[in-house]
């Protein structure tokens, strides 16, 4: 069977007292298992806001989103960070790793999180892809912004989610970068299945994609 998220009249009101502002409005979308698929817009128009409730981040003020038949919305805040773990990769665009941890166990800590075992030869082969196999002993301020970016989707990667989602992921590096990045996590999604779903302001990013979504004040175009 085929693994879809599926946005079923969702709406996100920030500080609804007095009135909120509704960053997100009516939204229904789809987005089929292994795609890849872009998200672009305004600053403002509410993409960050979109990838944050289908990660589990924020809650919805209305709607439904279901991953499969799964309703991520129903679940309290630790079944929600649960399935998170499980299922969901983020890729921040400041990167967020932990200062105090070496690459190779910035890279771990989703299997720490999780109390698995750590898949020493998945992650081999994830650092090998991403090309920072001779970094791991290193701490992340020794790296340029380039290279922590890759250490964060190796990160997101590590627990094999189903989904990536990735905002702005390459809006600190400069546009040599950003592309390398870009295509790193592109091929990494297609080689291993993941759907993938990204913020941009780039047209030329965007292109790469299977789908190009827009975001207009909180509404898809
Ligand atoms: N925590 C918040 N509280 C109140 N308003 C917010 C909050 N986060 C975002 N907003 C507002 O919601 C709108 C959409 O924000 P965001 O999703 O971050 O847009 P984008 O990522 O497209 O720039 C913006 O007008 C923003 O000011
Ligand atoms: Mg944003």
């Given amino acids: 069977m085929n693994q879809n998220i599926r ?3 969702v709406s996100k009101l920030y500080g609804t007292s007095g009135g909120g502002f509704p960053a997100l ?4 979308l789809t987005i089929p298992k292994g795609e ?3 998200i672009v817009g305004a600053s403002g128009a509410g993409k960050t806001t979109l990838l944050n409730v289908m990660s589990c981040l924020t809650d919805v003020t209305e709607g439904e989103i279901f991953f499969d038949d799964t309703d991520i919305t129903k679940m309290n805040g630790k079944e929600a960070s649960d399935y998170r773990l499980h299922n969901i990769g983020f890729v921040f665009q400041k990167y ?3 200062p105090t941890l070496n690459i190779h ?3 771990c800590l989703p299997y720490v999180l999780a ?4 898949d020493e030869a998945y992650v081999t082969q994830l650092v ?3 090309g920072i196999e001779s970094e791991l002993e290193k701490m992340p301020d020794q790296l340029s912004g380039g290279q922590q970016q890759r250490v964060a989707i190796a990160r997101a990667l590590a627990l094999k989610p189903s989904v990536i989602f990735a905002d702005e992921p390459t809006g600190n590096l ?3 970068n950003g592309f390398k990045t870009m295509d790193l996590l592109i091929s990494c999604a297609k080689e291993l299945g993941h759907t993938l779903v990204f913020v941009t302001h780039n047209e030329t990013l965007a292109a790469m994609a299977d789908r190009k979504i827009e975001i207009v004040d909180g509404e898809i175009a």
Avoid: F
Avoid at 25 to 28: A, R, Y
């Fill in 7 to 9: 946005l079923v009249d």
């Fill in 25 to 28: 409005k009516h939204v229904n």
């Fill in 36 to 38: 890849i698929c872009a």
């Fill in 96 to 98: 967020q790793l932990m």
């Fill in 105 to 107: 166990d910035n890279i």
């Fill in 115 to 118: 109390k698995e075992s750590v």
């Fill in 128 to 130: 090998q892809n991403l």
């Fill in 174 to 176: 400069d546009s040599q």
